[in-house]
């Protein structure tokens, strides 16, 4: 297997999965015939460019932001990463205000923007906040309200 088709394996397994460090990792790659040292999966996640990131409840995961852009995230995975980092989403005109746990907003960016999200132009993402600039035909209230609903978050009737 080549160093491109395990660092691939890992970036799904850790879209799949939350890894919370590298022996959990490694016992993963097992699992998919794939033997790595706990030092090969070091430099591969270095590599991807893999952050860990706090998820609710305080654990801590690895999060690989960009991998592979140009594919589109199913809905499945994008409802997963906005169900389980989006804590606000709020508007005003065109824009859309999303809040995150601190360190996860590129996680939550990178996924709507691989999800071609009808309404969505693109985002920017801080580190606990993220900027989405929805289409005029869609507006801002209208993309809030779907990504409420992509993060299961209730509507208090603000905006």
């Known amino acids: 297997?080549?160093?491109?088709?395990?660092?691939?394996?890992?970036?799904?397994l850790i879209e799949q999965h939350q890894?919370?460090?590298?022996?959990?990792?490694?016992?993963?790659?097992?699992?998919?015939?794939?033997t790595a040292t706990q030092a090969t999966v070091s430099r591969?996640?270095?590599?991807?460019?893999a952050v860990k990131v706090r998820v609710p409840g305080g654990a801590t995961?690895?999060?690989?932001?960009?991998?592979?852009?140009?594919?589109?995230?199913p809905l499945e995975q994008l409802r997963r990463v906005m169900g389980?980092?989006?804590?606000?989403?709020?508007?005003?005109?065109?824009?859309?205000?999303?809040?995150?746990?601190?360190g996860c907003a590129h996680v939550v960016a990178s996924a709507l923007d691989r999800s071609g999200l009808d309404g969505l132009l693109g985002t920017v993402a801080g580190d606990?906040?993220?900027?989405?600039?929805?289409?005029?035909?869609?507006g801002g209230a209208?993309?809030?309200?779907?990504?409420?609903?992509?993060a299961g978050i209730e509507t208090n009737g603000a905006g």
């Open 1 to 12: 297997m080549s160093k491109v088709q395990r660092q691939q394996t890992i970036a799904r």
């Open 19 to 34: 890894v919370t460090n590298q022996p959990q990792l490694v016992d993963l790659l097992a699992v998919e015939g794939i």
């Open 44 to 49: 591969d996640l270095e590599d991807l460019g």
């Open 61 to 73: 995961v690895y999060a690989v932001p960009e991998f592979a852009p140009e594919r589109v995230a």
């Open 84 to 102: 389980e980092w989006v804590a606000e989403v709020t508007h005003s005109g065109s824009l859309v205000v999303v809040r995150t746990p601190p």
């Open 128 to 138: 606990d906040t993220m900027l989405c600039v929805a289409t005029e035909a869609v």
């Open 142 to 150: 209208n993309l809030a309200q779907g990504l409420r609903d992509l």
